[in-house]
């Protein structure tokens, strides 16, 4: 089945308030040129838009493969004490599909639709102890924040129950303190962003085209993904061999809140007042930003037995690891913009998480809610425009046309020894293409515009 949607969106930018002045110019922290490896929490992740600035950016660019070392310092350079930041998004949207995409194996009817919602606002400040010693913390407001609601359930066939966290929720992504080291080593505690794939580390609106977070990602894999542990990074080499890292021992997933609809997604922990640490997970990043305005990464996770994080995990005689591994890259210079990412991972034992404690969650729909796959798979790309200056001419609005592509399917692949399931469900692989334009107006504002289609399954329509 083919889905459509057309969207518009509003993001009203990152604001910037330091204790040394209200506003100043920020570097893109994935672009490298000084720029921070692990970005703190209060730094927004774009410039003001204008023709100064754009030269002002250029000039960055330029000196960003040269062979200055990397300062550690640069990302609390701008403040002396204390700084806060923020970002809003406003999304509308038409679609031409129902709520409830796996009432089949190819998606739901045509139904015309409307909405309108503020995704996200977040509130995000630094305080400087000492020139060395930082705290970080950001908070999300998510879907206008926690309450009671009314909210219909697709799987109950449009059920209505009474909600408390009013479909949205308020979370602490981030509440870290930083030791400032040396520029190959340093050290933070607490919780953090988890760097996995594209839109983890970079998941600001600014760092994607589209009105909404590319989909795959965040399908099948937590996102913003946050956990709390201790992370070490730095930056290693000179010009063209110019890396930077980030290694992080962090709580793990927890594997009875896998499905099969968002495979490991809902894994991330934080539903209970401690989360546990019987199985800590692993994670590495490593990103080359030896050339100017390229960024090209890779990251792993592993877990050696997600099934040790849940809350009961005696209910599990066998392991569950779980590994991730993403391929990411970035380019960006005054006339284009590219981004592209490959994402795969695995369960180990899935049959038996399927055949365990999700048997019970299995809907008397065609789609088999409880068969947890063992490989999941995501990549896309996306490309964009900057027309003003391919014109030339400053004065013009600054308009970036885009388009962008996208798979993704969270049953990639099943293991089906030991149990009941025949067949791999169609329901969940997805194709997508996405058409859209970006305005950028200056002072961190950013009107989009774009139209999705989506193939679900595969039969072409």
């Known amino acids: 089945m083919t889905t459509k949607r057309i969207a518009f969106s509003l993001l009203l930018g990152a604001f910037f308030v330091s204790s040394t002045s209200a506003q100043c110019p920020i570097k893109d922290s994935i672009m490298g040129g000084g720029n921070p490896v692990m970005p703190s929490a209060a730094q927004p992740r774009f410039p003001t838009i204008g023709a100064d600035d754009k030269v002002q950016l250029n000039e960055e660019q330029t000196n960003a493969g040269d062979d200055k070392e990397s300062g550690h310092e640069d990302e609390y350079e701008s403040f002396n004490h204390f700084r806060l930041g923020g970002s809003a998004e406003m999304v509308s949207a038409i679609k031409n599909y129902g709520i409830d ?56 066939h449009g059920k209505h129950e009474t909600e408390v966290e009013k479909s949205g929720e308020v979370a602490l992504e981030q509440f870290h303190l930083t030791r400032l ?86 894994g991330q922990q934080g539903r209970f007042e401690e989360d546990r640490l019987q199985c800590p997970a692993i994670v590495a990043r490593v990103d080359w930003v030896g050339l100017s305005g390229l960024r090209a990464g890779a990251s792993f996770y592993h877990c050696g037995d997600a099934g040790m994080n849940g809350d009961q995990p005696s209910a599990y005689k066998n392991k569950f690891p779980v590994n991730i591994f993403s391929i990411d890259a970035q380019y960006e210079s005054p006339y284009v913009i590219a981004r592209g990412n490959v994402l795969s991972g695995t ?101 989009k515009a774009d139209y999705t289609t989506r193939r679900i399954g595969d039969e072409k329509n």
């Open 101 to 156: 995409r796996f009432s089949s194996s190819f998606g739901k009817p045509k139904e015309r639709r409307a909405t309108i919602a503020i995704p996200r606002f977040f509130l995000s400040l630094d305080y400087k102890f000492s020139p060395k010693w930082i705290l970080g913390a950001e908070v999300e407001f998510e879907n206008g924040g926690v309450g009671v609601s009314l909210d219909s359930d697709p799987t109950e």
């Open 347 to 447: 369960v180990g034992n899935a049959h038996l998480l399927s055949q365990g404690s999700h048997e019970a969650q299995a809907s008397a729909s065609d789609f088999d809610q409880s068969s947890v796959a063992r490989r999941a798979l995501n990549y896309g790309g996306e490309v964009g425009l900057n027309l003003r200056n391919l014109v030339g001419n400053p004065q013009l609005p600054e308009l970036i046309p885009f388009v962008r592509y996208e798979y993704y399917n969270a049953q990639q692949e099943v293991d089906k020894k030991g149990t009941r399931f025949s067949e791999m469900s169609t329901g969940m692989k997805t194709s997508m293409w996405v058409f859209g334009l970006n305005y950028r107006i200056g002072n961190g504002i950013v009107f």
């Open 181 to 266: 080291i040396h520029p190959a080593f340093n050290v933070r505690v607490g919780h953090m962003i988890v760097p996995i794939g594209l839109i983890n580390p970079h998941h600001e609106p600014v760092d994607f085209f589209g009105t909404v977070r590319p989909e795959g990602e965040s399908t099948i894999i937590p996102c913003t993904w946050h956990e709390t542990g201790l992370a070490f990074w730095g930056s290693l080499g000179r010009g063209l061999a110019r890396f930077n890292y980030q290694t992080l021992l962090i709580s793990g997933l927890d594997a009875s809140r896998f499905n099969s609809k968002n495979w490991i997604r809902n």
